[in-house]
């Protein structure tokens, strides 16, 4: 589904959008996309875009996709919308200095048998490297046809065309399944990053996420940037780029934001311990560092660590901060 919650937005209610009235817009050009960069943090610079659908309705003014794409989405119309995103998107991207450009797709996208081909012409026709494209999808949308989702990111990725995990650490599942899908990059949903800088917790859930991002080897993007103070906490865990309104607001136009210099040290830097904080035991790290591998997620690992019955360094259950905190000091 190409769309993407921007940070920041006003809630609205979700309107009953007739097909036939969405294709006419489509067809007046009122359905446009948006750019939003996302930004390198290690060399601060800008590395892509996302692509977001929005509508500028005649009377409604200009509408967010949370306002249309869920009465589409599961419709007749959705391929066509899909394919004008990924042509357009490839189109505007071409004309970009070396920058790639993300699509998001949905369930229904990731498992239809148009897809690859619908990539394939729409990258070759606007003449865009395929590793300058990146398909993002949510972990929700993995868990439907697993065998199509994964034949048509694998084909895509063998022709050198990213693919995105978004909404990453929103899941209580197992991150196993990663192991067999060329993902190459986890997106840290942005209620993760609100209380970066200023929550203890905060700070620590995202940390656990990046490493989990290293252990299994793929690139970390954080959503929903606001301050200089959250991109600051995300350079110092060693998160790899970000997006947000603090580097710039999605647009018609992609508009490249002045940045500031690269910071002299990019390097994760380890937090400091409260007074007689200790990793709980041994034992707990042998089992942590054992999932952390397999790839499990926060939830996963402070749940079996439970159910082992083994306890903080504090005498508490373990929970997602908790985790990540203890991750850090491995």
Known sequence: ???????????????????DEFRGAMQRAEVVLHYQPIVDLRAMTVRAAEALIRWQHPTGGLLPPDDFLPALVHTPLMPAITDWVL?????????????????????????????????????????????????????????????????NLRQLADDGVHVSLDDFGTGYSSLLFLRDLPI?????DAHFIRGVGSSRDDDAIVAGLVKLGQAIGVRVVAEGVETTRQAEALISVGCDAAQGFVFGRA???????????????ARPTQQRRRRGERLATEEAAQLMNALLADGASLHTIAARLNKEGLRTAQGTRWVAASVGRALTQL
């Open 251 to 265: 647009a018609e136009r992609l508009m490249l934001p002045t940045l500031p210099e690269p910071p002299a040290v």
């Open 1 to 19: 589904m190409p769309a993407s919650r921007s940070s920041g937005a006003e809630s609205r209610p979700r309107a009953v959008v007739p097909m």
């Open 184 to 188: 190459d990059e986890i997106k840290i």
């Open 87 to 151: 042509r357009t998107a490839a189109t505007a991207a071409a004309d970009w200095p070396g920058l790639g450009v993300t699509v998001n797709i949905s369930a229904a996208d990731a498992t239809s048998r148009g897809l690859v081909d619908a990539t394939r012409t729409a990258i070759a026709d606007a003449g865009l490297p395929p590793n300058r494209l990146t398909l993002e999808i949510t972990e929700q949308a993995l868990m439907g046809d697993l065998a199509r989702t994964t034949d």
